[in-house]
């Protein structure tokens, strides 16, 4: 071996050697920012508006009723803008994320590495998701929370402040019923769509972390169906 490509393979492992240590700091500032709390004190509330968490293992969504006497979301989300329009849907779900990871990854086996550094290193464009659902049911990766009707006001407020004013562009979705909308906000490291989902119920006063990259973090705060907080 030369010595130029003996340079060139220590070149190269401390580079990857540099990125572990980099993924490895950074799941521990996860875990780390995931444990501390934001409205310690809250409390689950006997009664009131039922949503759901719900996670893919990566990605984390709110699934909120369709219609209550705080907000109608067929206002925001017509069904019209789905393929199956038709279907007597009961709940929305709602998230926030990066443009070209939503609308060119339908599975996780389609995100490039190429894609992953780009948006750990410059981030990427925001972009809103949301499915229709008919009756949900809960179950490990869709974790039912009850708030009480003025902190689910002010989780709707929460989600009208960070989502895109009327009209809105929409991009078709992964299936039937779901769609993609342009949404503000800038997808980075530090701002992931896991951070988004633990904001919004921060917003509402519910206990979540204080620095939520990564689905676990968020979902470590929200009981198993049958759990008791």
């Given at each position: 071996?030369?010595?130029?490509?003996?340079?060139?393979?220590?070149?190269?492992?401390?580079?990857l050697?540099g990125?572990?240590?980099?993924?490895?700091?950074?799941?521990?500032?996860?875990?780390?920012?995931?444990?501390?709390?934001?409205?310690?004190?809250?409390?689950?509330?006997a009664?009131?508006?039922?949503?759901?968490?719900?996670?893919n293992?990566?990605?984390?969504?709110l699934?909120?009723?369709?219609?209550?006497?705080?907000?109608?979301?067929?206002q925001?989300?017509?069904?019209?803008?789905?393929?199956?329009?038709?279907?007597p849907?009961?709940?929305?779900s709602?998230?926030?994320?990066?443009?070209?990871?939503?609308?060119?990854?339908?599975?996780?086996?389609?995100?490039?590495?190429v894609t992953?550094?780009?948006?750990?290193?410059?981030?990427?464009?925001?972009?809103?998701?949301?499915?229709?659902?008919?009756?949900?049911?809960p179950?490990?990766?869709?974790?039912?929370?009850?708030?009480?009707?003025?902190?689910?006001?002010?989780?709707?407020a929460?989600?009208?402040?960070?989502?895109?004013?009327?009209?809105?562009?929409?991009?078709?979705g992964?299936?039937?019923?779901d769609?993609?909308?342009?949404?503000?906000?800038?997808?980075?490291?530090?701002?992931?769509?896991?951070?988004?989902?633990?904001?919004?119920l921060?917003?509402?006063?519910?206990?979540?972390?204080?620095?939520?990259?990564?689905?676990?973090?968020v979902?470590?705060?929200?009981?198993?169906?049958?759990?008791?907080?």
């Open positions: 071996m030369t010595d130029w490509l003996r340079r060139a393979l220590r070149a190269l492992l401390a580079v050697a990125v572990l240590i980099a993924l490895s700091v950074y799941a521990l500032a996860g875990w780390v920012g995931s444990s501390i709390p934001r409205n310690a004190g809250w409390a689950e509330p009664t009131g508006v039922e949503i759901m968490v719900e996670t293992g990566v990605h984390t969504a699934v909120l009723p369709l219609v209550t006497p705080q907000k109608d979301w067929r925001d989300y017509p069904a019209t803008d789905v393929r199956w329009a038709g279907r849907y009961t709940h929305v709602i998230s926030w994320g990066e443009r070209e990871v939503f609308l060119n990854t339908p599975t996780w086996w389609d995100l490039s590495p992953v550094l780009r948006i750990l290193g410059a981030g990427g464009e925001g972009l809103l998701h949301v499915a229709h659902y008919v009756r949900p049911a179950s490990e990766s869709a974790r039912p929370l009850t708030l009480s009707p003025s902190q689910y006001a002010r989780l709707v929460a989600i009208e402040r960070s989502t895109p004013p009327h009209p809105r562009t929409a991009h078709p992964y299936g039937p019923q769609v993609f909308y342009d949404a503000p906000g800038r997808y980075t490291a530090a701002n992931t769509c896991n951070q988004w989902t633990s904001n919004m921060a917003e509402a006063g519910v206990a979540t972390g204080w620095w939520t990259p990564f689905a676990g973090g979902m470590k705060w929200v009981p198993r169906p049958g759990e008791s907080r």
